[in-house]
């Protein structure tokens, strides 16, 4: 392939902005209408992960060890969308449809015969990345909602019992999606260690315009069927081999994946000392707090500490979270944990590292990393919860 003459089309192309996709859906729809049922319906923000992913795939066609596992982890992704290898030489079609049209006369049969070539290797690539991952488990799992919880006006904890085991790490990501919302999947990290009654414990806040956490939170009932795909990230999980003491930051719902990684100390005899720092703005926000008390009750490794910003009145820590566990401790030897909303965790890192903690030592989630970029072509895979941490 030639790598130049794809970067040069693809920049022409997407200077049309959201026309590009826009030709794209209708194209794909009109000659595949069967296809339609394969995403959302609202189709608002499939422009920008199409072209979101186009552009990443073209600019890094000369550097296989970037684009091949970017593009065997949408293959894998896209199982959960039902992906099937005959849907790929539509979406081919309609791609090169999109850039005929776009380019015009500079569209010659030598660039078709270039973009026919890297789309052939793309499809195969994620097809057999799919292939491949059939074959250690299903595309997804379904689960039951047995309680749901609501913590306040817009929280609510759930838990969900799983019809077949579901294989997850304390500190991971679940895809989920719920009836009411098909083709529209969200990310949420499991408050609980993975059990033997398949129960998963999950923490929702509702987002102002989230369609997914807001018919969570005030939809969502006892005996819903909901999905769950592949779990996903190790950025949250525990170091293998480490024994270093735990400082863990909480910020909202955040909270559930640190709870989730005290559990699995707990599960390896507490021989490590935790620290969990829970940050809110006011008491009510602190909507886990019985529970967080009665797991340090039975735990003399766990201490836990409750902060509130915007309570002068509050008898217990007041402050940042991270600003209290700064005053109260030095953590220079801890694996430091941090989960939150994208600006706290940035923030929260932030201040650690000008308080001379290690960088190695800071473990927080990427918002801008996989496995929370968009899909290439189906669904939704963005993280709508980014703003309730």
């Known amino acids: ?211 997914v956490s807001t018919a969570i939170v005030h939809g969502l009932q006892t005996g819903d069927k909901v999905k769950l795909a592949t779990p996903v990230g190790q950025r949250l999980t525990l170091q293998p081999g480490s024994t270093r003491d735990l400082l863990l930051i909480a910020g909202g719902t955040g909270l559930a994946p640190l709870k989730a990684l005290v559990e699995q100390v707990a599960a390896g005899g507490g021989r490590r000392r935790v620290a969990l720092f829970v940050g809110a703005r006011t008491l009510l926000d602190l909507y886990d707090l019985p529970a967080l008390e009665a797991m340090a009750a039975n735990s003399p490794w766990l201490t836990i500490v409750p902060t509130l910003s915007h309570e002068p009145w509050y008898a217990g820590e007041r402050g940042l979270a991270v600003d209290v566990a700064l005053r109260l401790g030095r953590w220079d030897d801890c694996d430091v944990y941090v989960c939150g909303s994208a600006d706290m965790t940035a923030a929260t890192r932030d201040r650690l590292l000008g308080a001379g903690l290690a960088a190695e030592l800071i473990r927080c989630e990427d918002y801008n990393d996989e496995p929370y970029r968009p899909g290439f072509a189906t669904g939704v895979s963005e993280r709508e919860e980014v703003p309730t941490r």
């Open 1 to 211: 392939m030639d790598p130049a003459a794809l970067k040069g089309s693809w920049e022409r192309v997407a200077a049309h902005g959201d026309a590009v996709p826009s030709f794209f859906y209708a194209t794909l729809f009109i000659t595949n209408p069967e296809l339609r049922a394969m995403f959302p319906m609202s189709m608002a923000g499939q422009r920008d992960r199409l072209v979101s992913a186009l552009g990443t795939i073209v600019s890094n066609v000369d550097n296989i060890e970037v684009v091949v596992p970017y593009v065997e982890a949408l293959g894998r992704d896209h199982r959960r969308f039902d992906a099937r290898p005959e849907h790929y030489p539509p979406v081919g079609e309609a791609l090169l449809a999109t850039l005929a049209h776009f380019l015009g006369e500079a569209w010659t049969p030598e660039l078709a015969a270039e973009w026919t070539a890297a789309f052939g290797l793309v499809a195969r690539a994620m097809v057999d990345a799919a292939e491949q991952a059939a074959e250690s488990g299903p595309a997804y799992w379904a689960a039951t909602v047995v309680e749901h919880e609501r913590r306040g006006l817009d929280v609510a904890v759930l838990h969900l019992r799983t019809d077949l085991p579901y294989p997850y790490l304390a500190g991971q990501s679940c895809p989920v999606e719920i009836p009411d919302r098909p083709r529209l999947w969200r990310y949420y990290s499991p408050a609980n260690l993975a059990r033997p009654d398949r129960l998963i414990e999950l923490h929702v806040k509702a987002v102002p315009g989230g369609q």
